[in-house]
């Protein structure tokens, strides 16, 4: 059983940066990846990395977030950059059913979830 903690949520203005962390319980191989949902709105993926650290991206967030995982310390991050109020949201990070990415980042995809981290851009 799988289970993951995120962290680094935070109220930041306009350009600004933040990190999110997330601590996963256990070893996993797996792909895993980082989503989001604002209020009223779909859950949305944003990016996603295998353990070779091949990456995916949404269009919404290519240049500007990197998604890394360091397997040592079982550890998910994002680092996100020029953040806009668009991307304020809950942002989730989930563990993939496969070690292969998804072709598209669709929640349907992972198993496993944290329960979230409120990033807010204002």
């Known amino acids: 059983h799988v289970q993951l903690v995120e962290s680094g949520g935070d109220l930041v203005q306009p350009g600004g940066s933040l990190r999110l962390s997330c601590a996963v319980s256990?070893?996993?191989?797996?792909?895993m990846g980082w989503f989001r949902q604002a209020p009223g709105k779909e859950r949305e993926g944003i990016a996603a990395i295998d353990s070779y650290g091949s990456t995916s991206y949404a269009d919404s967030v290519k240049g500007r977030f990197t998604i890394s995982r360091d397997n040592a310390k079982n550890t998910l991050y994002l680092q996100m950059n020029s953040l806009k109020p668009e991307d304020t949201a809950m942002y989730y990070c989930?563990?993939?059913?496969?070690?292969?990415?998804?072709?598209?980042?669709?929640?349907?995809?992972?198993?496993?979830w944290g329960p979230g981290t409120q990033v807010t851009v204002s």
């Open positions: 989930a563990v993939a059913k496969s070690t292969a990415i998804p072709w598209l980042l669709r929640p349907s995809d992972y198993a496993y």
């Open positions: 256990g070893y996993s191989s797996y792909c």
